[in-house]
């Protein structure tokens, strides 16, 4: 179990989207949360309300895709206190057939979505393992679980911070540091697919940006293994036995992607995207 009252907590993605609400349940834990994302004002909208729920929260503007730069900015954090807690929230989808997907748009799902997680976690684990206490809590998908068509890159970050996470845990086995994972499904009132303005396919099972903050405090008051955030107790365990069932037949995975919508509701948002650009 780990407590998070009067921790220090480095949450990526801090600035909108679920990143939000995840500040705001550990401020209402008056935890010190430092707050990393690009937007210097989204991090100064963040910090004010971090602190007017009990928290207290700092910014450092960041673009974390810059792998090589983040020892400076772990030196930087480590000058003002040691970190308790690494929440690996930031992330970003870009949706193309693979083929069209330039290889700067590989680098950049792959370095915001996983390097930059892994490489945030390798320098904050020594402190940690000295102190014998830490917890890291990864954001991944259900994209992590079943490949997402026209969101390839997306889905191969995704499994890949789930089977690392999965593999640096037994690693971590006894140390008294934890490494949880969260898997949201669609979140439909804020985040990343709301910002589409394209509904998420009903019968897919869906949640809100709450649900997954709520899920990060259970991961590490419980330290549980791996969450499933994906609508009300009969979905999660449904989509449990599908993705179990999906272990036997991959192709049953991919009509049910169809069935349920996944296929066209990101066809919609390449369409979507290329309407923005
Ligand atoms: N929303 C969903 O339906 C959903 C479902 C499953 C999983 N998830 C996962 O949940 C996590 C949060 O998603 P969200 O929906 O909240 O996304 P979002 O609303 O798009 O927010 C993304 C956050 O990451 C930050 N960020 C993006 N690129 C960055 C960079 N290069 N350097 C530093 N910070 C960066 C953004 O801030 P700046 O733009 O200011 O940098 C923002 O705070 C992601 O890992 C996502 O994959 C979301």
Known sequence: MTIIAGKTILLTGASRGIGRFIAHELAQKQATVICISRSQEGLDRICSSINALGGKGMGIPFDISNVEQLPILVEKIENIGSVDILINNAGIEIYKVFQDYSIKDIQSVLSINLLAAMELTRLLLPNMLNQGSGHIVNIASLAAKKGHPYDSIYS?????????????????????????????????????????????PKLAGISQAEDVAKAVIRAMELNQAEIIVNGNIMMQTLTRLLLATEQFFPRLGDAVNRWLGVTRLNQMRIKSCNQRE
Do not use: F
């Open 156 to 200: 191969a970050s995704k499994a890949g911070l789930l089977m690392w996470s999965n593999a640096v845990r037994q690693e971590l086995a006894s140390t008294g540091v934890h490494i949880s994972t969260v898997c949201p499904g669609y979140i439909s009132n804020y985040g990343m697919l709301a910002d589409t303005g394209v509904p998420a």
